[in-house]
């Protein structure tokens, strides 16, 4: 259960009643802050709540968007000599009260890999991409 490591993500998992798959991502922006060591994360998914909320319609969104920010960030690895369109995103608890973020491609080429000690949303929104 990836959300219940995250701060904030008490209104997901109220939309969604479980945690939101986090296969074929399209990640907009992976911001990384040296200075005060922090990974931010902008995302979209495409998995959508079962049934729909009420008043919901499939055709208003295409996805949901995510801000997350990483705090006290460690790289395991960073490999950038692939393209990718769409990842595959790994979260979750370590024994040491840890977040573990792991970046993949879905042949399981790894793009980015690093451990965390906390994990906020920032803010979410159900978006329409149809029109970008």
């Not at 922006?29 to 200075?35: G, H, P, R």
């Not at 005060?36 to 995302?43: K, W």
């Not at 495409?46 to 009420?54: I, S, Y």
């Not at 499939?58 to 968007?65: F, P």
């Amino acid at each position: 259960m990836w959300l219940d490591s995250i701060e904030n993500s008490s209104d997901i998992k109220q939309i969604y009643g479980r945690d939101p798959i986090l296969n074929d991502i399209v990640l907009y922006n992976l911001s990384i802050d040296y200075a005060n060591n922090t990974v931010g994360l902008d995302i979209d998914f495409f998995d959508w709540p079962v049934p729909l909320p009420k008043d919901w319609y499939i055709d208003q969104y295409t996805c949901l968007s995510v801000k997350m920010d990483f705090k006290d960030v460690i790289f395991n690895d960073v490999n950038l000599s692939k393209e990718c369109i769409k990842y595959d995103i790994n979260i979750e608890s370590t024994e040491e009260n840890s977040i573990r973020i792991r970046i993949s491609d879905n042949e399981g080429y790894c793009f980015y890999d690093f451990i965390a000690k906390s994990a906020k949303i920032i803010n979410f929104t159900f978006w329409d991409h149809r029109n970008d």
